[in-house]
């Protein structure tokens, strides 16, 4: 019971959703895996709200008839309302959206620097 009293980290969370993406590699496309990585990377950055990796996760698990998966309280440990709640205060101590926005767009900026480098 001792591990019910501490909360999970971020890296806990992280680990989890790596997992549970394991559970995909083979039944969805490789684009789909791509966004799903994506989702957990930038909440490990703290960019994006643990919600927005678990959405992915559920969505493909459903898709994809994964019993084992979609049974999991993992994806809906207390009542919508307060996942919701509880992303906010997570965005809230992460900074505010706008350092996340600015922070994609220097990513996407890079990114299309380093493809028109290789072009030219």
């Known amino acids: 019971m ?15 959703l790596q997992h549970i993406a394991g559970y995909l590699e083979r039944r969805v496309n490789a684009a ?8 957990i990377h930038e909440y490990r950055l703290g ?3 643990r919600s927005v990796p678990l959405v992915l996760l559920r969505h493909h698990a459903r898709e994809q008839g994964i019993g084992y998966l979609t049974e999991q309280t993992y ?8 996942l919701l709640n509880n992303d906010a205060l ?11 926005e600015n922070k994609r ?16």
């Open 90 to 100: 997570t965005m809230r101590h992460c900074g505010t959206a706008t350092r996340v």
């Open 47 to 49: 960019w994006l709200p």
């Open 105 to 120: 767009t220097r990513l996407e900026s890079s990114r299309i620097s380093s493809a028109l480098t290789q072009e030219g």
């Open 2 to 16: 001792a591990a019910m009293g501490s909360r999970a980290g971020r890296r806990r969370h992280v680990n989890v």
């Open 75 to 82: 994806f809906e440990p207390f009542p919508p309302r307060l």
């Open 32 to 39: 789909n895996r791509r966004e799903v990585h994506d989702s």
